[in-house]
C-alpha cells in the first residue's frame, strides 16, 4: 500500500460516524428494503470500503488427526458485496503462535474488491457468503489451548450491539489436550448459523451438534465478545431490544434449542452460546457460534413436523421412524433430516432428501444399525421442514434423540461351591464390548427391565459386586471379596456388557442360587439376662444337611467360640459338642449391659486318623441397644451384626407399676424414638428383632431379645428459631430487626436472643434479654445481606444452624445511578457531574468519559465523582454537547464485617451525559 493510500484510508477511518449512527437509528424505523439500498449508497461513496464490514456469524471446529496434530477450520457468514471480504483470515492458536489460513470452498475468481482468490467461497444469497478456512497445527506437548479469531469488523446495523460496524468478530474454541481423556474431536455442527424469523413469530434455533467421539454436549448462551475477547459494551440479547415488549430468550442446555418468544422488532440481531464436551464427567473442550437471525415483518405462518419422540434401538435392529410435515398456508415444504446417523462411515441412517411437496410432505428414516453403533449418549436427528413463503421462507425444527442399545447377556447361570458361587454366561454378540458386570442382591427383586432401560437401577436393590475386562471372559467366582457367602441366604445376580464410553447393555434375566447347607449357620444370639457380671445369652444354630460324606466321612464335632465386642478378631473356644443334633447353648456369666458379644462355630471332621476342620460359621452378634436421650424424647440405636437379615424391630418399655416389658412400638429400620416422655424420668427399653434367611431349611423367623438398657430424657434442645422482621430506612441507611416472642408458643424458659449477619463465620450483631423484642443496626458500608436471630434457654442451649433468615438486597435501597444531563456554568446548581443520592452499598467505581471522538475526557475511581466538566489532560473547559461514559460500579455483598464472605458484585452502566452551560 502506498503512503498515500494510507493517508487515504486513515482519513476516512477518523471520519466521523454520524451517518452510520443516524442510518442505525432509522434502521429500526424504515422498511427493511429501504435500509438495505441506504446501506448501499452510502457505501458506494469512494473510499467508505473501510468501513464496508462484513462478519454475520462464525465458529472454530476442529478434527484431531494424530498424536498432537489436529486439523482447524474457521467457518464464517460474512455480507457478500462486502469489499472487505479476505482470502486468508489469521488463526491464533493458543500457544503463542498463529498462521494465515486460506479459504478452501468456493471456485476461484475475485473479490468484490478486485483481489484474486484460489477460492472465492459460496455465495447462498445475494447477501451472504459462506467462507471456510482451514489448516493444521502440531503442539508442543499436552495442555488447554483457547483458539481464537477476531476480525474486524461486524457488519452494520446489528440491533443488538451499538455501533455494530466498529465491533469485531471474536469467536474462540477450547482444546482440551489430555491424554489421560483421550484424543478428542470438537463437535461438528451441521446446521447454519444463519436464521430469518418474523416479528410476532416465535423463532427457534439448533445448531444440529453431532459429537463424533459420543461425548455428553452441553449448551449455554454467552454474551458476544468483540476486540481482546472482552463481552461487546451495550450488547443485549435479541429479546431485550424492546425494552416496552420484553419476551424471553433461552436456551435448553441439554437439547441446545434456542427459542425466542416474540420478536417483536425488525432487523439483523447476534447472540452468542457454547457447546461444551464431557468425558466422565470433565469438561474437555467448547465451540463457540456466534451467529446472526434477520427478522422481519411478514404474513406467513411456519409448517409444524409431526414424528416420533425420543426412541431407542437395539444394535443389530433397523430403525424406521416415521416423519411428515404440514404448511397452513399450502405452501411448498422441503424437508430434509441431519445428524450424526446421516454420517457415520459404517451402515449409516437413510433419508431421501430434499423431499418436497405442496402443502404436505413425509419420509421414512431407515437406520440398519450395527453393534459400532452402540454408545451411552444418544444420536441427534434433526429434522427441518422449510417452506417457500415470502419475504421469508419460515421452517419448523425438531430434534430427535436415538439411543443405541446394546442386548442383554444370554444364558447366565448361577452354582454354588463351597463359600462362593460360580457365575457363566454366553460371550455378548457384540465383540466391542470391554467386558461384563455383575451385580447381586440377597433374595431376587422381580426386576425386568423397561423399554429402553439399559444398566441395573438403584432402585432394584442390587449393587455392583464386579467389573471384568474382556469380552471372552465369560465367567466369575464371587466368593465375597475373600469373605465367603452366607449359607441359607439365596443370592440373585445379573449381568450386563459394558462398553468403552461406559454404555451398558440391557440388564441379563435375574438369575438365583443358594449356597450347599454342609456347615453349620448361627440362628440365635438372644441375651436372657442383663447384667455387669452375670448375664446369660442364648445361642442356637441349624446343623448341616447336605455333607459330603465323601469328602468328609466325620463323625463331627461343634467348637462353639466367643469374642467380645462386634469383631471376631479374638476369639475363645467356649464349648465342644459330639452331637450334630446339639444345636443351642447358654452362655453365662457375662457382662450383657455394656458390650454385645459374636459367635461362631467350627466344624471339625474327626473320622480317626483324618481330623480336619471343615470351616468356620459366619459369625452373628447379640442385639445390642443404645439410648441418646434428648428433650422430652429417648432415640434407640440398634446394632446387630448377623448373617440373616432382620426385617422388623419391637420395642418394649418396662412398665414402672408392673415391672413388665411392653411393647410400644415397631420399627422396619434400626432405630426408634420414644417421645412424650418427662424429662429426668428414668425409661428402661429391650428389643426384640424379627429376621429370616429367607430360604427353607432354615428355622423362620428368627427372634433374638437385646439386653435391658436405661436412660434419663434432658433438655438438650434449643428453642424453635423466631421469626425475624426487617424494616429499611434507606435515608438513614438504617435496619430495624423486630422478632416474636416465643416462649409460649415454643419454649417457656427462654433467657436471651442472639442476632447474627449471615456469613463464614456468622457475625453476632448483638445479644438480647428475653423481654427485647427489637433492634436498630447501622452497618458500616453495605444494607446488603442476610440476617437471622435464634434463642437461647436457660440451660444454655442454642442452635446457630437452624433459623429463619431474612434478606435484604442492594436493590431494596435506590441502585447508584447517575443524571444524563448537568450545567456547570458555576450557578450553584447542578454544577457537578454527580450520581443521584439515597444509593448504598457502593464500595468503589471505574467511570471513564469520553467525547463523541472517543477521546477520554475524565475518569474517577470516586463513587461521587464530580465532574465539574473540564478536560483532565488540560484542564480546560469542554464544549457543550454528549458524552459517553461507562462506568464499572463495585457494590458490597455478603458480610463486610467478615473478610472471608465479603464480596463485590460489578454491575456496568453505559450511556451518555449531556453537559450544558
Known sequence: MTSKAKMTNFGLLQLPKVLLFLLMILSKKINAVVFRYLLMLILLVPGFSALATHQRAGEITYRHISGLTYEVTITTYTFAPSAADRCELTINWGDGESNELRRVNGEGGQTPAGIYCEHVGENISAEIRLNIYRGIHTYASASTYHIWLEDPNRNLGIQNIPNSVDVPLYIETLLVVNPFLGNNSSPVLLLPPIDNGCVGVPYLHNAGAYDPNGDSLAYKLVNCKGAGGLDILGYKLPSEVDSQNPGSFTINPLTGDILWENPTIQGEYNFAFIIEEYRYGVRIGYVTRDMQVNI???????????????????????????????????????????????????????????????????QTLTWATVCAHIRKQPYQVYFKAIDNGSPVQLFDLQTVNITVIASAVTNPMAVPLGNSMILSWDQHECTEAKGYRIYRRAGSSGFSPGTCQTGVPPETGYSLIATTTGAAITAYTDDNDGIGLVRGIGYCYIVTAWFEDGAESIASEEFCASLKKDMPVLTNVSINSTSV???????????PTEIDFIQTPGPFIYRLFRSEGFTNAVKQQIAEFNDLNDTTFTDNGLNTRDTAWTYSIEFINNTPGNVFSIGFSVPASSVFIRLIPSDEKIKISIITKVPWVNETYTIYRKNPSTEVFDSIGTAQIPVYTDTALINDTEYCYRVKTTGTYGTPGYIDPIYNLSQESCAMPIDNVAPCPPELIVELNCDERTLLFSWNDISASCAPDIDKYYLYRKGNPHILLGTFGSAVSSYEYQPEQTIAGCFFIVAGDIHGNTDTTRYNEVCVSIDNCPRYRLPNVFTPNSDSFNDLFTPYPGYTSVEKIDIQIFNRWGVLVFESSDPAINWDGKDKRSNTECADGVYFYTCDVYEVIGSPESPEDKRLQKRTLTDSVHLLR
Do not use: M, Y
Open 533 to 543: 457380671d452375670n448375664g446369660s445369652i442364648d445361642v442356637a444354630w441349624s446343623k
Open 296 to 362: 422481519t415483518s411478514c404474513n406467513n405462518t411456519p409448517p409444524v413436523i409431526e414424528v416420533a419422540s425420543d426412541t431407542c434401538v437395539i444394535a443389530g435392529d433397523t430403525l424406521n421412524l416415521f416423519v411428515q410435515a404440514s404448511d397452513a398456508d399450502n405452501n411448498r415444504i422441503t424437508l430434509t433430516a441431519d445428524g450424526g446417523p446421516l454420517l457415520l462411515p459404517v451402515s449409516p441412517a437413510v433419508f431421501e432428501q430434499p423431499d418436497d411437496s405442496v402443502g404436505h410432505v413425509s
